[in-house]
């Protein structure tokens, strides 16, 4: 059963810095895309960034560009968000969710997601 | 940046009605698009991949149709248990993007 569980939330003041972890289990994490995405209080979903399997590419939405890195660690089958400068706009529930195989089949995009863990940006 | 354009962003509907929700890519994203159901509280759950395959376990009464730019997603006859928010996804290209979502209320 592939499983993902996200770690990392919690309050942080503006400006500041969160590392969020996504542990994977469950499936041949080297050979996946990865995403996270992210849910402000009572709004819609936003993608924020992704990795390809073996790391080599990166995407960032542009909200985040600058701001927050997307490294993963296939020795460890986790996945980070490293977010620096921190604005209060950025607080939401962020999850890790599973992509497409690398050379596999483009459809299968965020199947399953994560829990979710919640970052709160405020002074 | 490809932007999705969904509609409406809320409905209110009863029990047995059939519902259905659009969105538009402001691009030809050919049959690159997913449709997602989340409950409130609840993490978002893949209904439709390739703008038209059902997952499995999914009710046959959901349906999604469309390519290039315009894309639906269609419940037959609506349920108790489908009275949530749906968001389309397209995955052409980066930035992957959603739509804004569809709140369906009971009337």
Known sequence: EVQLLESGGGLVQPGGSLRLSCAASGFTFSSYAMSWVRQAPGKGLEWVSGISGSGDHTYYADSVKGRFTIPRDNSKNTLYLKMNSLRVEDTAVY???KGRKDYGDPYNWFDPWGQGTLVTVSS | ???MTQSPSAMS???GDRVTITCRAS??????LAWFQQKPGKVPKRLISAASSLQSGVPSRFSGSGSGTEFTLTISSLQPEDFATYYCLQHNSYPLTFGGGTKVEIK
């Not at chain 2, 691009?27 to 690159?32: A, D, K, L, R, T």
């Open chain 2, 27 to 32: 691009q030809g994203i050919s049959n690159y």
């Open chain 2, 1 to 3: 940046d490809i932007q």
């Open chain 1, 95 to 97: 999850y890790c969710a």
């Open chain 2, 13 to 15: 509907a009863s029990v």
